[in-house]
Each structure stands twice: as structure tokens, then as C-alpha cells.
């Protein structure tokens, strides 16, 4: 019999993680909240079709396609049962798998949006916070189950939507202790590089190559662009627009120079001088970074975008979003304009981690042990106790009579800072031992006064 093991990029979480994981989920949704936004679930997994060509030929190619389970009908069973050597040959069947797990929350999103247009109040602001799966090459940061905490409008073409989600950003990752920069991009800009380069149907190509800049460097980058046609001069252009550099303004103004009178040009400045503005009212812009390397990979992002990167950490993105003013459209529904953001949670943890800057009280959940000293002793704790859980004191009882010293252990292998001591001579004079394992503090008081014990 072999070893149990995991399938490679998912991971268990024991009750240390999962308390600092509940910790910035919590701290997510208390910012989504405060901003008005309101929860959705949708289910992890998709009809196939719904995921398809939605991520450009990268991103398909990271779906996990579920195998159809072939029991409602006896031709799906038999093709399932021999059909694995038509998967290996890498035919597209809809017999063998019509559903896939979810990619991201954007698209789910847009489909439930697509089929509840008629029931929905817009603007609709929905946050999401659930796991996702991508077939991608498991490494640091990056797995192949996570989850993401999405906040989404759609219905509205309002920038202000723009302005509010990175005030969310800042917010939640002021409330998190952890220092970030968040990068700026408008695919209209992009739109007018790829024209100023010869056609906006270059547009696909030069953002996929472009998004790839940090990981291979411009060289592979050139690379590309000279496998897709790119001549040496629109290079060049491109290399001008990757290599401007300066404050905010002294970048924007560089590149109105760059990119002269293109009219997607002029728009996308204009859109990304709005929300610079916004906030430096606010005092949040020395959080805000114009960023034109940034081109968020994705089809369906139409206008502002953006992406956010931990100071001083090894990561990649902990977040990342943007304008996709027709996604709904891909399911029968046009002209709902929409904006969101993601945070990447798996991420966060992990830099959170590196950074130490996990509260030293997220992990510290049961305050109280009482010990179990014999069956009346138990009987009395356990009133008491019950008492306590009712104030929201979060308390529990070693469950069998047990030495002094394996009680103990138990405390403190769970870090529970007080136990609760109830012997014959207690029990007797209605009195508990109360010890504090962090200071070694030990004090005897009347059950009665224990409700109002200063923990």
C-alpha cells in the first residue's frame, strides 16, 4: 500500500494557518463591507463553455476539464470508460468532459450577472471570496488550488468605481500592516501602442509578451514580438515605452509625447489622470504607482488595470484587476460595463508570513482550560465553564481525569494562556485555582466571582 500523499500544488492547512487564513479573509470582507459591497457564491465548477476562450490561449490551456462521470446515460458511460486514449490524443469531446473547475470568480461572475440581469439592482456590488483551480507549474506563490477575494460593479461606467476599489486596496492592506505599491495601466494605452506599432490587432500579441517582462526579461520579450511580426522600428517603439521612467506626471507626460495624437491614447491618459487625482485628495496616490510595463494578460480587460505588489518581499502580484466594460456580452447579455478587483490570499499569507507580520494573538483561540480532576470535580467545571461560553469566553475541559502534568502539556501545546483548577479541596470551599501559564501567576477565587475574572 503507498504512502497517502497530495496532489501536487494543493495543500492541507492545520489549525495555525487556518486561523491567520480566517484572519485576512476577515479582514477582506470587513473593507468590502464598509464599501458597500455585498457576498455571492457561485459554484466550483462551470459548464465548459462558460470558461472557454474567456482567458486567451494561455489561460485555457490552465483549465482543469473535469471527466464527465458518464452515469446519466449509457453512451456517455461507454465512451467515458474507453475513452481516456481520446483525451491522451487530445481530442476536444464534449462526451468525455463538459464542465471544468473554475478558473477565476470574474467569469462565474459575469454569467450569474448575464442570467439575473432582470432581478438585479444596478449598480451591483458584489465581493466573492472562494478557491479556484489552474493547471499551472506549482512554485513559490504559486498553486494549483487557492483562493481568491474578488469585489466587483457592473452597471455602471462611473471612474469613481475605479477611484472606490483602490481605496479598497489601500484600506485593506493599511488594516493587514502590510506596505505595498499598486500599479496603474489602461489597456486604452495599450491599444494605442499596438496601433502606433502598425495595428490594434497586434494588440493581443503585444500584451502577452509584455506581461511576460518581468519573468524573461526584454531580450525573450523581442524575441516574441519578432516571431509575431513585429519589425525593428515598432520594437524600438516599444522599447521607448517600456523604459519610461520619473514621477507620475513626468511618466504621463512622456508618454502623451510618445504617443502623439492617438485618440485611445488621449483617453486612456485621461482616465488614469482621474483616479491619480481622486487621490491625492485623499493622500492614498503614495500608494499609486503609473506603471506602463503593466498589461494584466486577460482578453477582457477594456480600460483602466491594475496590480499589486508587496514592498520588500519576494513575490509576485498579491492582487490584480480592472475595467471590463462588456464581459457580459460573451453570454448573451451587451452593455453592462463592469470593474473588479482580486486580492490573492494565498499570496498574502505567505508574505505575511516571510514579513512576520501576523497579530501575535491571531492564533490564540481557547482561553481557559479547565482540568478534569474526577467526576464531581468535571461536573462543577463544566457548569462554570458553560457559564464563561456564554460571555463569549472561549473555553473547554480536558476530557479525561488525568495527571497534573499531561494537563499542562496540553495547555501549553495549544498555547492556552490560563487553566482553571478544580480539586477535592475547591470543590469543598466552592473556590477555583486560577493559573496563568504566561506568567506563572497563580490565584484562588470564589466560583461565583469567576464570571467577572479579568482574562
Known amino acids: 500500500m503507498s504512502k497517502p ?44 463553455e462558460t470558461l472557454m476562450g474567456k482567458y486567451g490561449e494561455e489561460g485555457d490551456k490552465l483549465i482543469f476539464k473535469i471527466l464527465n462521470n458518464g452515469l446519466d446515460n449509457p453512451q456517455k458511460r461507454a465512451a467515458v470508460e474507453a475513452g481516456f486514449e481520446k483525451i491522451l490524443a487530445g481530442k476536444n469531446n464534449s462526451i468525455i468532459t463538459e464542465r471544468a473547475l473554475r478558473y477565476d470568480l470574474t467569469i462565474p461572475f459575469a454569467r ?68 505595498v505599491e499598486i500599479k496603474i495601466n489602461n489597456r486604452k494605452i495599450l491599444l494605442a501602442l499596438a496601433q502606433v506599432c502598425g495595428g490594434e490587432e497586434k494588440l493581443i500579441d503585444l500584451t502577452i509578451a509584455i506581461d511576460k517582462l518581468d519573468k524573461i526579461g526584454w531580450d525573450k520579450v523581442k524575441e516574441e ?24 506626471a513626468e511618466k504621463i507626460k512622456a508618454l502623451s509625447i510618445l504617443l502623439g ?11 488614469l489622470n482621474y483616479v491619480l487625482a481622486y487621490h491625492i485628495k485623499t493622500g492614498m496616490d503614495k500608494h499609486l504607482v503609473a506603471d506602463f510595463t503593466l ?27 480592472g475595467r471590463y466594460n ?11 460595463p463592469g470593474v473588479g478587483i482580486s486580492f490573492g490570499v494565498d499570496r498574502i499569507y505567505d508574505v505575511l508570513e516571510e514579513k512576520n507580520l501576523f497579530p501575535s494573538t491571531v492564533e490564540q483561540k481557547t482561553q481557559i482550560l479547565f482540568f478534569n480532576l474526577g467526576d464531581e470535580e468535571a461536573a462543577e467545571a463544566y457548569g462554570l465553564m458553560m457559564t464563561l461560553r456564554q460571555q463569549k469566553i472561549a473555553c473547554e475541559i480536558y476530557p479525561e481525569k488525568s495527571k497534573f502534568d499531561k494537563q499542562f502539556k496540553y495547555a501549553e501545546k495549544k498555547n492556552i494562556p490560563y487553566v482553571v483548577i478544580i480539586g477535592t479541596e475547591e470543590l469543598t470551599q466552592k473556590k477555583c485555582t486560577i493559573k496563568n501559564l504566561t506568567t506563572g501567576k497563580q490565584e484562588s477565587i470564589d466560583f461565583a466571582a469567576l464570571i467577572n475574572f479579568t482574562w
Request: hydrophobic share 35%.
Open 225 to 248: 514580438l519578432t516571431q509575431k511580426g513585429f519589425t525593428n522600428e515598432q520594437q524600438n517603439k516599444v522599447q521607448q515605452y517600456l523604459t519610461i521612467e520619473g514621477t507620475n
Open 326 to 336: 462588456d464581459l457580459t456580452s460573451l453570454f448573451g447579455v451587451p452593455n453592462i
Open 261 to 271: 495624437d492617438n485618440e485611445n491614447g488621449k483617453i486612456g491618459i485621461e482616465e
Open 5 to 48: 500523499s497530495l496532489p501536487q500544488g494543493t495543500r492541507d492547512f492545520n489549525a495555525a494557518v487556518v486561523y491567520k487564513r480566517q484572519y485576512i479573509f476577515k479582514t477582506i470582507q470587513s473593507v468590502f463591507e464598509t464599501y458597500g459591497f455585498q457576498p455571492l457564491e457561485t459554484p466550483a465548477m462551470e459548464n465548459l
Open 112 to 179: 450569474y450577472v448575464a442570467m439575473n440581469h432582470g432581478q438585479l439592482s444596478f449598480p451591483f456590488k458584489r465581493y466573492q471570496i472562494q478557491p479556484v483551480w489552474r493547471a499551472d507549474r506549482p512554485q513559490k506563490g504559486r498553486y494549483r488550488e487557492f483562493y481568491q477575494c474578488d469585489a466587483d460593479v457592473v452597471g455602471s461606467d462611473s471612474l469613481l468605481n475605479e477611484v472606490d476599489l483602490l481605496a479598497i486596496y489601500v484600506t485593506a492592506f493599511e488594516n493587514l500592516q502590510l506596505p
Open 295 to 321: 498589461a494584466r494578460g486577460l482578453n477582457y480587460y477594456t480600460g483602466l488595470i491594475f496590480e499589486v505588489k508587496a514592498l520588500d518581499a519576494q513575490m509576485g502580484s498579491i492582487g490584480g484587476g
